[in-house]
């Protein structure tokens, strides 16, 4: 599935869904970032937020230790 990153507005046949962007007329919109970006932003993948995000976006290093 090929969607075009975020960040690099490049397709990416491996896409990272990060967060999800709330849309004020439409439901939250998923944001996808190819490896690369997600990588050098540092950015959690969405699959990997705690329970009851919000979906914002989060980097790794606010992981707990
Ligand atoms: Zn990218």
Redesign the pocket.
């Known amino acids: 599935m090929t969607k075009v ?6 397709p ?1 046949a491996e896409p990272i869904a990060v967060a999800l962007e709330h849309v004020a007329s439409t439901a939250g919109r998923v944001v996808y ?2 490896p ?3 990588f050098v932003l540092g950015l959690l993948p969405l699959d990997q937020h705690p329970k009851g995000s919000d979906g914002r976006v989060r980097y790794e290093e606010e992981m707990p230790a």
Do not use: F, G, P, Y
């Open positions: 990153c975020r960040e690099c507005d490049e990416t970032l190819c690369v970006c997600r």
